[in-house]
């Protein structure tokens, strides 16, 4: 038979062991009882060791005692007794059952060593077959077991044997009913009563677990990759393995709790059980966290979703699973776990989570806990950055099923209101991979069409302090959205700024770096936006480059002669844009180099060093620009996208080998790309920078044709070749040992040499008129070339460039005119050029002779030859005449000897065939001529060896026409003498030859000047004006175009972003509000719950009670007496205010007075929520309620007022708004103190307002005073213009009970109140509250609280005889002269006080009878008065003397001290606590005597508090009745009157 035995733990009986022959018939297991017979002594076994006599009925225990059987181990051999079947009763006696719990019984054949004992312990009370363990203390047991009994094998009598050899047992005695703990936690406080366990864990501090290898993350979480949904540990995994983590295992005990329990899940429900677990797990150290504890969660959550509650999970993945709050405080693996344990259930359930942690949720989930403001040190840079892409691999997982409005809006929201880059450029990519990859791609691009959405990323650009990644990545998503087919055009205006255009933007990119990436970017866009080139936003986003690096603007220089060269009308598009030509001039900048308007600045120290790096820098840049490139061959690279700079895709490229080339990529073809399949778009090429000419012309295509062709078919063009090699110049691989400053100067030359290609093009293609219009948009070139060159540094001096720029022009008037169609538009065009070099040459040249080039001359001979200029006749020809011999003249009087001898020479030609008949005229070439000669004969230069032919020449020509036979007789001859070389240079330094010079021809020469070319420079200066008042013109009004363009810019885009920022923040904080009071809300609800599960009934009861504290409650009974007392669960003892008073320090910072209001703020509301615990709201079912509740008053409820208001409270005073619709009264409490948890929102029906009453606040008319029926009351404030209509409309929707009368001199008489109080219908409190209340005094402000006249003037006696007048109070005089000796001292301060400026009047009191200060004086024991107290008194408490401790000494004290003259409050008459120090303060002690203040001190005739009140109330009932009956109304009456003199004064 077996007996139940109560074990704790698995006990393991080692009883004794059979012998091998012996059969085992029956064994009992329990205690012997009352014995029918004693058995003979031959069936007594005899005792097999030595041991004491034991009674005949003795106990198992007994049995197993130490004394009974230490010497059974060791004994070889144990002596058994056999019995028959049946007569076990016969032999041991009936069976006595012990109560208790049935535990696991096994026998063993033999002893068991300590490490098998251990092994049975460990596998615990519920292992059914211990021996079947693979361990190998476990192997062979099976055959040293006996039999084992456990109570999970029990059923009705029989017990089945669970050893292989099969003794089954039978079960007697009294059958034990056991509750099953899952239903008995109900009967202690249902699941919550488990909560403090977890909480506890809090203190434990950073007591970390020990952690094992067993514990670490499994393999597949260790390393997340975006896209793969790891599944975690199921259910089948080991909990004890979870139960090493001391919060896993309480997750693990709350899910066997719940587990195929309905009952229990529905506790946890509705007592808010799961966000109670949420809250407190937040607070759990982080060390606590690990994975363990989710893997925990996960087996709760498949719990939960098992028993198909679906109230209970939705909590779960509310308050649990995407609470961040709680998976943000641990280590990295924890955190990622989570994150892809997410993506698992998500990925199973997507549309069930997609409303409400969908996109918007994670968005804000990044933004709150991995924001910019996150600074976790518990993980690295690269674990956050795992984590955010984990997060964003959810974002893309929504979006990627097909991706809605609201979630648009949410994104877009998102990227407007942060300003964290990483994060920015997180959300980017995962639009742009959308955009480029996801199948559901057309429906994103739909819905990123709409206005405001992707259209405001332009805005992003504007901010200076985000990284070219970013720009990069809008410009990929803008390029994505453009090449999208399935839009209509129309709707791609916006995105390509057609309403705005490019200028509005670069006028507010303008302060900014402008970068490399920046400007290919844009460029990049504007040339594949259409088909065609817009020029104007292509000219835009030139008019930034100059910022930009010399090879970016090299790379446009090509691109626009490309541009020329396809699209014939190109140049003259561009000829239409305002300021071309300063556009494209400025490109001629230094690099780095900003525009200027004044004077050139000097360059400080720190540049001119900057300047010396640059060099270096460029180096090195190119040494890495070739493995940069080479890295940007993937189109989904980060850095690669958008540099897509090949003319066209597919075919390789040359790589510049620069800086300033950035990475290129080789695009694939896609079928959306339509500029793709035209042959006439154009991409920008930065490869090509050091060629320009991409192949053999004759396998070139449309866009791969020479970047410079020239305009005409001839065999020499303008500009196609350089005049070195720039490839042998740039080759920095090979030519290691080339300077740095020789490879930036060569890229310098390369921009000068394209861009004056550039204007060349545009000047005389863009350009093709020849009238005087036409010129003048010419000349502008010219004119913002000088206007740069004066307050900015160029590449290379301005003159220069103007040099360039007239000998190409030179070079191509002469192919015009070479031209067999040439117009006559050609002829006059280059008459106005020769006049522009002769200008140039003419002022210019004069300060540079570098000027004076033998390529200029050169052209200028052959364009003069072109047209027969010396063979013609007629005005020009004459006039163009002159100007080639002035020019020609100018060339010989260089220093430069093959100038000088070409233009000698040609001007010698020119003479041996020009009939000379003009003595003016030979007089000019004679001084001319003779001016430099005489300078070579002077300075021995070789240039009179090339004069001498031309001036024989021309003497011969002018010999007898300026009468040189007369004049100059001693002249060689130019006839063919061999010796005139050497005559003419002697003759030269003769007198006759210098006076002739000097008094004839040097007069008829300067007149010659200026009659034939003064009218030429003034023409010329004219023109320069003209030019110059133009270009002025056209940047203005280019100006005022991108200033209308920067307007429409902010408005299209900046003003949206910044409005779509304003609103998303304003959601985001209010959504974390919202989460914050949840979260406050949820701990008040704990903390609650709490006090019950540690109140004295409570299970978590503390032995040691500590110490009860209390408060005063704003409750009001009718007759206005607050009353009740609440416990006050903050109390604060004060202990630093008693510090600060005694001078012992206390705390070295004070606490605010706002601290010390919000504490008392919350003591109250929180007490307010202790009170009624059991009826606390149900957080999930308010929304709903709220709903409903919304839905039933749009049905019946109407607004009809709503204004801004305080509400006013003793403590502070709360900000709000007051709604007053036609039904309900409500208020909306809009302090921070709600932000954290505390609120003062009511909702009141009309129909439960008993009165309405104007009141003043800070003495000013701007206050209501609200009381309902069941005596609760309102103080509000308002705008002193918006009281009086808050109260009509009030009154207009109550019932016409409410009095409507104003003024409470009014309302006193209506109301009856003083028949009441004489027809003795209301006590002489009652009456005097209510006057109070009239008369606008009120609780809710120190400032007005209802006042009290002293009834006694008796505070000493031992007895107080009422019957007795003398201890009564004369009422007819104020309590200042109370006391007759004070009335001589109050009457000369009013007589003899007068105010020297006249405004204060004269008065008998200077203080109030009724003050704050007085209140808080007499309430200082009580509750939230005490800290009221000491926030008045600068955070400590007043000095014992000055507080309220005696009320005979307060009385004597008004006695004696006219200035004193506080009247009582109401509460001397009801409220016998405030008399008593309750909460034990330490108010200090008396400085005479010493004595510590505690309790006031009463007087002789008061043996309590409650004694003292009962008297006092009966003195305030007695003090009207003591007079004769006849007249006995007369002096009531003359009582009431005086009373209420005393309240309304």
């Not at 601290?1155 to 606390?1176: P, R, W």
Request: proline share 5%.
């Amino acid at each position: 038979m077996l007996n139940w035995v109560q074990f704790v733990n698995t006990v393991f009986l080692f009883l004794f062991t059979w012998g091998t022959l012996q059969p085992f018939t029956s064994c009992g297991i329990g205690s012997a009882g009352q014995r029918t017979t004693t058995p003979p002594p031959s069936q007594i076994p005899d005792p097999p060791f030595a041991s004491p006599i034991m009674p005949h009925r003795t106990s198992l225990g007994g049995i197993l005692s130490p004394g009974s059987w230490s010497g059974l181990v060791g004994k070889p051999e144990l002596v058994t007794k056999l019995i028959s079947a049946g007569t076990q009763d016969s032999e041991w006696g009936c069976p006595t059952s012990l109560e208790g719990q049935l535990g696991s019984v096994i026998l063993f054949h033999e002893a068991l060593q300590p490490s098998h004992v251990k092994a049975l312990y460990l596998a615990g009370p519920n292992c059914l077959t211990p021996w079947k363990s693979q361990e190998a203390e476990m192997v062979d047991w099976s055959s040293k077991v006996l039999l084992h009994y456990t109570p999970k094998a029990c059923r009705s009598p029989i017990c089945l044997d669970l050893s292989p050899n099969m003794f089954h047992g039978r079960l007697t005695g009294n059958k034990v009913v056991n509750w099953d703990i899952k239903d008995m936690i109900n009967s202690v406080g249902g699941l919550n009563v488990l909560f403090p366990l977890l909480e506890q864990i809090s203190l434990l501090g950073d007591q970390a677990p020990e952690r094992t290898d067993g514990q670490s993350l499994p393999p597949e979480l260790a390393t997340p990759v975006e896209g793969d949904w790891v599944v975690l540990t199921s259910t089948k995994a080991s909990e004890a393995r979870l139960e090493k983590n001391i919060v896993a295992t309480f997750i693990l005990v709350l899910k066997h709790f719940i587990q195929r329990h309905p009952i229990n899940q529905e506790n946890l429900v509705h007592t808010h059980g799961v966000a109670t677990l949420g809250a407190l797990l937040q607070n759990v150290p982080s060390s606590f966290m690990d994975v363990n504890v989710l893997m925990a969660i996960q087996l709760l959550i498949e719990q939960v979703s098992v028993a198909k509650n679906a109230q209970l999970l939705q909590q779960m993945y509310q308050y649990l699973l995407f609470d961040f709050s709680i998976w943000n405080r641990g280590d990295f693996p924890f955190r990622i776990g989570h994150i892809q344990y997410l993506s698992t259930i998500i990925k199973d359930s997507r549309r069930l989570f997609r409303k409400k942690y969908g996109v918007q949720f994670l968005l804000d989930t990044l933004r709150f806990y991995y924001g910019s403001g996150c600074k976790d040190s518990e993980l690295t840079l690269d674990d956050l950055r795992t984590i955010r892409t984990s997060v964003y691999g959810l974002i893309k997982y929504f979006l990627s099923k097909g991706g809605t409005h609201e979630e648009v809006q949410s994104i877009m929201g998102y990227i407007a209101a942060i300003n964290d880059e990483e994060q920015l450029c997180g959300i980017l990519e995962v639009l742009f991979s959308l955009l480029h990859s996801s199948p559901t791609r057309d429906q994103l691009f739909l819905l990123l069409f709409e206005p405001g959405n992707a259209d405001i990323l332009y805005a992003l650009l504007l901010n200076h302090r985000y990284s070219d990644r970013l720009k990069e990545l809008v410009f990929k998503i803008v390029e994505q959205m453009l090449k999208c087919t399935k839009v209509y055009e129309r709707s791609k205006q916006r995105m390509k700024l057609r309403e705005v255009g490019y200028s509005g933007l670069g006028l507010l990119l303008n302060d900014a770096p402008v970068t490399t990436c920046l400007i290919k970017s844009l460029l990049n866009q504007v040339l594949h936006a259409d088909p065609v080139v817009n020029y104007r936003d292509f000219m835009a986003v030139v008019h930034l480059a100059h910022k930009a690096d010399i090879s970016i603007r090299v790379a446009i220089c090509q691109k626009l002669l490309q541009i020329f060269h396809s699209q014939q009308d190109s140049a003259q598009q561009i000829c239409q844009q305002l300021g071309w030509q300063e556009t494209l001039t400025r490109l001629f900048l230094k690099e780095n180099a900003d525009v200027r308007n004044g004077l050139r600045d000097n360059r400080s120290d720190s540049a001119k060093e900057d300047e010396k790096r640059a060099p270096s820098r460029e180096f090195q840049k190119r040494r890495t620009s070739k493995a940069d490139a080479e890295d940007a061959t993937s189109f989904a690279s980060v850095n690669g996208l958008c540099d897509q700079w090949s003319l066209e895709d597919g075919k390789p490229i040359l790589v510049f080998e620069d800086i300033s080339t950035a990475e290129i990529s080789f695009r694939p073809e896609e079928p959306e790309e339509l500029w793709q399949k035209n042959p006439s778009h154009l991409s920008l090429d930065l490869s090509s920078v050091d060629s320009y000419e991409l192949g053999d012309a004759g396998n070139q295509t449309v866009d791969s044709l020479p970047s410079t062709p020239s305009p005409s078919e001839t065999t020499k063009p303008f500009s196609g070749q350089l005049d070195k090699e720039p490839n042998a110049t740039l080759e920095v691989a090979s030519a290691a040992d080339l300077s740095l400053f020789e490879i930036n100067e060569a890229c310098e030359e390369d921009l000068i040499h394209l861009l004056s290609d550039v204007l060349l093009c545009l000047m005389w293609r863009g350009v093709e008129k020849s009238d005087d219009a036409a010129w003048i948009e010419r000349g502008q070139v010219f004119s913002a070339l000088t206007k740069l060159a004066t307050s900015n540094e160029l590449l290379c001096p301005s003159d220069e460039i103007k040099l360039n720029l007239l000998e190409k022009m030179l070079e191509w008037a002469v192919t015009d005119s070479r031209d067999t169609k040439s117009l006559p538009v050609y002829a006059e065009n280059a008459f106005r050029l020769l006049l522009i070099v002769q200008d140039f040459l003419q002022v210019e040249g004069l300060v540079n002779s570098g000027l004076w080039t033998e390529k200029l001359l050169e052209e200028l001979v052959t364009l003069m030859d072109a047209l027969s200029v010396w063979y013609s006749s007629g005005p020009e020809c004459m006039k163009l005449y002159q100007v080639q011999v002035q020019m020609l003249l100018g060339f010989i009087g260089q220093d430069n000897l093959q100038v000088c001898a070409m233009a000698a020479a040609k001007l010698n030609t020119l003479l041996q065939t020009k009939v000379l008949d003009n003595q003016a005229e030979s007089c000019y070439l004679l001084g001319r001529l003779e001016g430099t000669l005489s300078r070579s004969i002077q300075e021995k230069t070789e240039t009179y060896s090339f004069l001498i032919p031309l001036v024989r020449t021309l003497i011969s020509k002018i010999h007898e026409l300026l009468f040189m036979n007369l004049h100059l007789p001693s002249l060689p001859s130019t006839n063919g003498s061999p010796s005139f070389f050497e005559d003419f240079q002697d003759y030269c330094s003769t007198e006759e030859w210098k006076v002739y010079i000097d008094k004839y021809i040097i007069p008829n020469m300067k007149q010659y000047e200026v009659n034939t070319f003064s009218d030429g420079r003034e023409c010329m200066a004219a023109y320069w004006k003209d030019c110059y008042e133009a270009l002025m013109v056209n940047i203005h009004k280019r100006e005022r175009e991108r200033g209308e363009s920067k307007l429409k810019f902010q408005e299209f885009f900046v003003e949206p972003f910044n409005r779509r920022s304003r609103q998303e923040n304003m959601r985001y904080n209010s959504m974390v509000k919202q989460l914050n009071n949840q979260h406050t809300a949820t701990l008040r609800q704990w903390r609650a719950a709490k006090l019950y599960l540690t109140c004295e009934q409570g299970p978590w009861a503390e032995r040691k009670l500590s110490p009860v504290h209390w408060k005063l409650s704003n409750v009001e009974n009718y007759s206005r007496m607050r009353l009740k007392l609440v416990q006050n669960y903050n109390f604060n003892p004060h202990q630093d205010a008693s510090a600060l008073r005694d001078n012992l320090g206390g705390q070295q910072a004070e606490p605010s007075s706002e601290a010390l209001l919000l504490e008392a703020v919350k003591q109250v509301k929180v007490s307010d929520v202790e009170e009624d615990i059991l009826e606390l709201p149900d957080e999930d079912a308010v929304p709903i309620a709220n709903m409903d509740e919304k839905e039933e008053q749009s049905q019946k409820e109407k607004l009809v007022l709503s204004e801004d208001c305080e509400l006013i409270t003793i403590i502070d005073v709360i900000p709000g708004r007051l709604e007053v619709t036609n039904q309900h009264i409500y208020f909306y409490d809009g302090s921070t103190e709600k932000e954290e948890g505390v609120g003062f929102d009511f909702k009141w029906p009309l129909s439960q307002i008993r009165e309405i009453h104007l009141r003043r606040y800070n003495l000013r008319r701007s206050a209501l005073e609200i009381f309902f029926i069941d005596q609760t009351n309102y103080f509000l404030n308002f705008k002193k213009e918006a009281r009086n209509k808050v109260y009509s409309r009030i009154l207009s929707l109550c019932s016409p009970n409410i009095s409507g009368t104003r003024s409470p001199q009014e309302l006193f008489k209506a109301s009856g109140l003083t028949q009441k109080w004489v027809n003795r219908e209301i006590t002489n409190f009652d009456y005097l509250i209510q006057l109070n209340t009239m008369a606008g005094r009120t609780y809710n402000d120190l400032a007005q609280y209802p006042v009290f006249p002293w009834i006694l003037r008796d505070y000493t006696s031992e007895e107080l005889d009422l019957n007795n007048p003398a201890v009564f109070r004369d009422l007819s005089k104020p309590i200042g002269v109370a006391n007759e000796k004070n009335s001589k001292a109050v009457q000369e301060r009013y007589e003899n006080f007068e105010d020297p400026l006249g405004i204060v009047d004269k008065f008998h009191y200077g203080t109030h009878y009724s003050n704050a200060a007085g209140v808080m004086h007499y309430l200082i024991r009580v509750e939230p008065f005490t800290s009221l107290h000491i926030q008045l008194q600068s955070g400590r408490f007043d000095c014992a003397d000055r507080q309220f401790h005696s009320i005979p000494a307060t009385w004597q004290a008004l006695m004696d001290n006219p200035n004193d003259v506080k009247e009582l409050i109401p509460e001397f008459f009801y409220f016998p606590e405030f008399l008593e120090n309750q909460n034990d303060f330490n108010l200090g002690q008396l400085q005479i005597s010493k004595e510590v203040v505690r309790d006031v001190v009463l007087p002789k005739w008061a043996q309590s508090p409650e004694d003292f009140i009962y008297k006092h109330r009966k003195a305030l009932v007695s003090c009207c009745l003591l007079t004769d009956v006849s007249d006995k109304k007369e002096k009531i009456l003359h009582t009431c009157f005086q009373l209420a003199s005393a309240i309304n004064n």
